[in-house]
């Protein structure tokens, strides 16, 4: 494989500030969140609203499947976090842990999807947004056996910006719950909707970015395969 001389991912001096805010953001909640329901397993609350309480017996009855999925996705994100440090911004493990880390979270989030709270509103979002989670995985492999490495980061970037969507759901999520009492909707009718809602912000964000960025990235490509 040819040497890495440059991150794993698309430069974090490269992102404005609102993504990189954005992305710590996303971080911070999704890690809160995985702790929460390791925790809610682990010893399940005595005095959660009768909702929330709901939730925790529906994530309780397939226990050993949401430790399979939400474990894995927890040391992804936490390694992810560490590249944008630049002592291991080209750390060659953590890359290539990210990759079979993110293969597990896609299968189990298929799998999740045959208890999805949401029903089909939230199963479809499962599918779709975890489908080009986990293609978007399959072409930065690809693209990294190839030693083609910024477009190895374009599409990394992109698969984690949909991994992320899990944390942009939640406010959307939340929103929802604060105004039940004035919609009257159960976390059964609007879970799937903000699914729906968290990813695609999430991918629109990302790809207008990328997409935004399109003559630098080719700029570069250039620049580090000099014509000969």
């Not at 489908?131 to 910024?150: I, M, T, V």
Request: with cysteine; hydrophobic share 55%; proline share 5%.
């Amino acid at each position: 494989m040819p040497a890495r001389s440059e991150p794993i991912l698309v430069s974090k001096d490269a992102f404005p500030r609102i993504l990189r805010v954005g992305f710590w953001i996303c971080i911070v909640i999704a890690v809160v969140v995985v702790l929460r329901r390791v925790a809610a397993l682990a010893s399940p609350p005595q005095s959660s609203p009768p909702q929330m309480a709901g939730l925790d017996e529906a994530f309780a009855s397939h226990a050993a499947l949401t430790l399979a999925h939400i474990l894995p996705a927890l040391a992804f994100v936490v390694l992810l976090s560490l590249t944008y440090f630049r002592r291991f911004a080209h750390s060659a493990w953590i890359e290539r842990v990210l990759f079979p880390l993110g293969a597990i979270v896609g299968i189990t989030a298929y799998a999740m999807s045959a208890f999805a709270i949401g029903g089909w509103i939230e199963i479809s979002a499962v599918l779709f947004f975890n489908s080009f989670f986990l293609y978007s995985l399959l072409r930065a492999w690809q693209y990294r056996q190839r030693g083609e490495l910024q477009l190895k980061q374009q599409w990394l970037t992109r698969g984690i910006a949909v991994l992320l969507g899990i944390a942009t759901t939640r406010p959307v999520m939340g929103v929802f719950f604060a105004t039940s009492t004035l919609t009257h909707l159960k976390p059964q009718q609007f879970f799937g909707i903000a699914f729906w809602i968290g990813f695609s912000i999430n991918l629109i964000v990302i790809e207008l970015w990328l997409r935004s960025r399109k003559d630098s990235f080719q700029y570069e490509r250039m620049a580090s395969h000099p014509q000969t």
